[in-house]
């Protein structure tokens, strides 16, 4: 079975599909303790390798590059709520959901602190495209 949790950024500009064989009590939540994060409101970062994780504007999606330069954080252009962040991997999108903009987040169980900053570039990618989920971004105006 596969569970759509939706969420949407607090302007309403972007609206937030993520597809999962799990519910949400059965996540496994992350928050990085990293000063980026930290700087932008703690986002819960959710993923799921065998989901899809669908992220729909009405304008293009705000990216800010981060870290070792190969993620990118995605922003609503109205609101400027991180999204989430995404990773281009050959011709495909892997990304992260911010489980926080989810409709039914306070359903979620407590997030596990996690260190990225630890990792070296190629660690980092290597974790990223076992855990993050396939991504669709789609500007509909
Ligand atoms: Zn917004």
Request: aromatic share 4%; proline share 6%; charged share 20%.
């Amino acid at each position: 079975m596969t569970y759509q949790h939706k969420g949407r950024c607090s302007c309403g500009q972007v609206s937030l599909e993520f597809h999962s064989s799990r519910d949400l009590p059965d996540q496994s939540p992350r928050q990085c303790d990293c000063d980026y994060c930290a700087s932008h409101g703690k986002p819960i970062l959710l993923s799921d390798p065998a989901g899809q994780l669908v992220v729909t504007s009405s304008q293009a999606v705000a990216k800010e590059t981060q870290g070792s330069g190969q993620a990118q954080m995605l922003f609503c252009p109205g609101c400027g709520n991180m999204l989430g962040a995404s990773l281009e991997n050959d011709s495909q999108i892997i990304g992260v959901v911010n489980g926080a903009l989810l409709d039914e987040a306070n359903r979620l169980p407590a997030c596990q602190i996690v260190s990225p900053k630890k990792l070296s570039a190629e660690e980092k990618r290597t974790r990223w495209l076992s855990i993050w989920t396939p991504t669709k971004i789609i500007v509909r105006s």
